[in-house]
């Protein structure tokens, strides 16, 4: 992917697209997936993920250089790190993984501001490959090779009306 394709492809897709969707606070790839996956597995309530996903996901070529600037701008990601499901062991292990397990004593609230920006830094991350894989053409073919593939069988009687388990669609 070069610069000039992923800045057009982030202008159509998530803020032409989404606009044209009547999107609202969703002016990007898939930051839903992410928020949903890291508050799983950091026991936050995954029902917040309405809120939290809002992001607007902005790329840009740098004038002097050629490079890229990207950024995600989410007002309103709800996290904690005390408290509900982040008592549960393996959530527990995940936050302190991360640093940010418990209150700070020090700085009230500096371990969910904290989090909140590993929550961003991974949406930004995955804004970047998705978008990269969309410009370059490789979503689709890593689909189709993977994922929507007619399953090779030696019987010659095949029900092709048979749903192929770990595909999305009939063979």
Same mark, same amino acid.
């Given at each position: 992917?070069?610069v000039t394709s992923l800045?057009e /492809?982030?202008?159509?897709?998530?803020?032409?697209?989404?606009?044209?969707?009547?999107?609202?606070?969703?002016f %990007? +790839?898939?930051?839903?997936?992410?928020?949903?996956?890291?508050? &799983?597995?950091?026991? =936050?309530?995954? +029902?917040? %993920?309405?809120?939290?996903?809002?992001?607007?996901?902005?790329m840009?070529e740098?004038?002097? %250089? @050629?490079d890229?600037?990207?950024?995600?701008s989410?007002?309103?990601?709800e996290?904690?790190?005390? @408290?509900?499901?982040?008592? &549960?062991?393996?959530q527990?292990?995940?936050l302190e &993984?991360?640093g940010?397990k418990?209150a700070?004593?020090d700085?009230p609230?500096n %371990?969910?501001? =904290?989090?909140?920006?590993?929550?961003?830094?991974? /949406?930004?991350?995955?804004? #970047?490959?998705l #978008?990269?894989?969309?410009?370059? @053409? !490789?979503?689709v =073919?890593? !689909?189709m090779? !993977?994922?929507r593939?007619?399953?090779?069988?030696?019987?010659p009687e095949t029900n092709?009306?048979?749903?192929i388990?770990?595909s999305?669609?009939?063979s």
């Open positions: 992917s070069t800045v /492809v982030n202008v159509d897709k998530n803020l032409i697209g989404s606009a044209m969707a009547g999107a609202v606070g969703g %990007n +790839a898939h930051a839903a997936n992410l928020v949903t996956a890291i508050y &799983l597995a950091t026991g =936050q309530d995954p +029902a917040q %993920n309405v809120e939290s996903s809002n992001c607007i996901t902005l840009n740098d004038k002097e %250089n @050629g890229l600037i990207i950024s995600v989410m007002p309103s990601i996290v904690g790190t005390i @408290g509900g499901g982040t008592i &549960l062991e393996p527990s292990a995940m &993984l991360l940010v418990g700070n004593v700085q609230g %371990n969910a501001r =904290q989090l909140a920006k590993i929550v961003a830094s991974a /949406v930004l991350a995955a804004e #970047l490959s #978008l990269s894989a969309l410009a370059a @053409g !490789h979503l =073919q890593s !689909h090779q !993977h994922n593939k007619v399953a090779s069988t030696n019987n092709n009306d048979k749903v388990i770990g999305c669609i009939k």
